[in-house]
RNA sequence: CGGGGCGUAGUAUACCGGUAGUACGCUUGCUUUGGGAGCAAGUAGACCGAGUCCGAUUCUCGGCGCCCCGACCA
């Protein structure tokens, strides 16, 4: 794409009404605007990067079984009422509305009924599953999409990470027993693991033992070391072990088998989590398969969530640096960044149009800075957007028969003559 | 929800109880062109409401919005 047609800007400045690292950056380089607090709206480049993101996980969860759905956002209530989570104190993030009433006079009108946003999915991908599995022969099922969850948190803070609308990869699983539901869980484990490598961030992404919450005793988180993170967890680098504080008592260090004075504590982002819902919503919401032996069976059901949004926070504040953003290559909005230095020379406006076509024609995506700005501006700019590979173009390279190929991670230069080019961006 | 802070051009900021200034941006022109150029001209602003006052962007109260700490986080 020819920078000079993108229509949004670099900023130099942040807005002061955003202090996290990941909101500065999203924003001054044009990836993400703020509607409210809690609320963002992705831009051109903030959504390849999501979009990117989105498929890492796809490509993930399909290859262990997953198949792709897209549930309603707006629920009635009679679901929830089934699993007692319509109450308030039950589910305490609740945006709740209600249908237009018909017929508006205070003598003929009819009630529209109350209606909620979901802020989780647990209830209708039970009802859902229950329409359509009646059989062991029917399981094991494994279900997901990428889904805008609506949740009224008292304060939304930090960004992209922690909002009131946001979009969730969630997974469920169904499965006839438990060993049939861990042999999956340890599949997606390990699903979650080679995402959260693709995404850049694999060696500070851990598998942490965590609480389960309402729903098991433990369960798996994935946590990410920042220093900006929420989350406190006590990590052993060397046996890969981690535990989330809150739950890291005797009993269970015991059973890792690790004494405390070992541990590291750290400060974590979670970027995904998964754990096991057994019987929970299956039973509360009539989900059964008839066995073998034709009996009433109620399915075991696991729940994997990850964010894309927080993740694309994740890698903006784990790897950034004074400059910008860093993207690793899978998820860069671009990966090559095609920076024409001309001065007005319509030379090396030709040499770097031709580029472009030539990458082009190889399939391989650029964003093209065309802008008729000076040198520094486009250089800054390109720090600052992040892209991991760059092209510069001038006519200091063009007498040399070539181009200047720098990457934004170690800024590191290499000259590239143009026969290579093509070779060389496919390593 | 408890505590704290803040609302001034598109963005970042300054001053002030008496006609609101600067920088960046944007527009026009000339010069410039490998790390956010220079000169000139132009554009654009006090969150909303009430009160005090001769006069309020400034002080007081209320509302709305935003940020931070804590609590909370299926």
Redesign the pocket.
């Known amino acids: 794409m020819r920078q000079s047609q993108l229509f949004t800007?670099?900023?130099?400045?942040?807005?002061?009404?955003?202090?996290?690292k990941n909101a500065q950056l999203l924003i001054?380089a044009g990836y993400i605007h703020?509607e409210?607090?809690?609320?963002y709206s992705y831009l051109p480049l903030g959504l390849r990067v999501f979009k990117n993101i989105e498929q890492i996980i796809r490509e993930e969860i399909n290859a262990i079984g997953g198949q792709e759905i897209i549930l309603a956002a707006l629920q009635s209530p009679a679901l929830w009422k089934k699993s007692d989570?319509w109450r308030d104190d039950?589910?305490?993030?609740w945006f709740k509305t209600e249908l237009s009433a018909r017929g508006g006079s205070a003598s003929g009108g009819k009630s529209g009924g109350q209606l909620g946003l979901a802020?989780?999915h647990?209830e209708p991908i039970t009802a859902l599953m229950a329409e359509y599995v009646q059989s062991y022969k029917d399981l094991p099922c494994y279900v997901y999409q990428f889904q805008t969850k609506f949740?009224n948190?008292?304060?939304?803070?930090?960004?992209i990470m922690?909002t009131r609308e946001f979009v969730m990869k969630d997974l469920y699983s169904f499965s006839r027993s438990e060993r049939e539901f861990r042999e999956f869980y340890e599949k997606c484990a390990q699903a979650y693991l080679r995402i959260f490598k693709r995404a850049g961030i694999g060696a500070t992404t851990f598998r942490t033992f965590a609480s389960?919450?309402?729903?098991?005793k433990f369960?798996d988180e994935f946590q990410t070391v920042c220093d900006s993170g929420?989350?406190t967890v006590y990590l052993h680098r060397g046996k890969g072990i981690a535990v989330n504080k809150e739950v890291c008592t005797d009993e269970v260090l015991a059973e890792l088998g690790v004494k405390r004075d070992e541990f590291e504590e750290v400060k974590t982002i979670e970027v995904g989590?998964i754990?096991p819902?057994g019987t929970r919503f299956s039973e509360a919401l009539g989900l059964t398969y008839k066995d073998e032996k034709g009996e009433a069976t109620p399915v075991i059901m696991g729940?994997y969530?990850i964010g894309p949004g927080r993740l694309m926070g994740t890698i903006v504040e784990v790897l950034s640096d004074e400059?910008?953003i860093v993207w690793p290559r899978e998820v860069a909005p671009f990966p090559v960044h095609i920076v024409a230095?001309?001065?007005?020379?319509a030379d090396v406006i030709a040499e770097a149009d031709w580029l472009y076509e030539l990458l082009r024609e190889q399939r391989i995506e650029a964003l093209y800075d065309d802008r008729?700005?000076?040198?520094?501006?486009k250089?800054?700019?390109?720090?600052?957007v992040g892209i991991p590979t760059r092209l510069?173009?001038?006519?200091?390279?063009m007498s040399e028969g070539g181009v200047?190929m720098?990457s934004r991670a170690d800024g590191t230069?290499t000259f590239v003559s143009d026969n290579d080019i093509t070779e060389r961006l496919k390593e």
């Open positions: 800007k670099t900023r130099r400045d942040a807005p002061k009404d955003e202090v996290a001054r703020k409210m607090a809690g609320a989570r039950a589910i305490d993030v802020p989780t647990e949740r948190e008292l304060r939304a803070k930090s960004g922690r389960g919450g309402s729903f098991s369960s929420e989350d989590n754990f819902l729940s969530g400059k910008g230095i001309s001065g007005g020379n008729d700005v000076r040198a520094g501006e250089f800054a700019d390109a720090d600052l510069v173009v001038s006519e200091k390279t200047e720098i230069t």
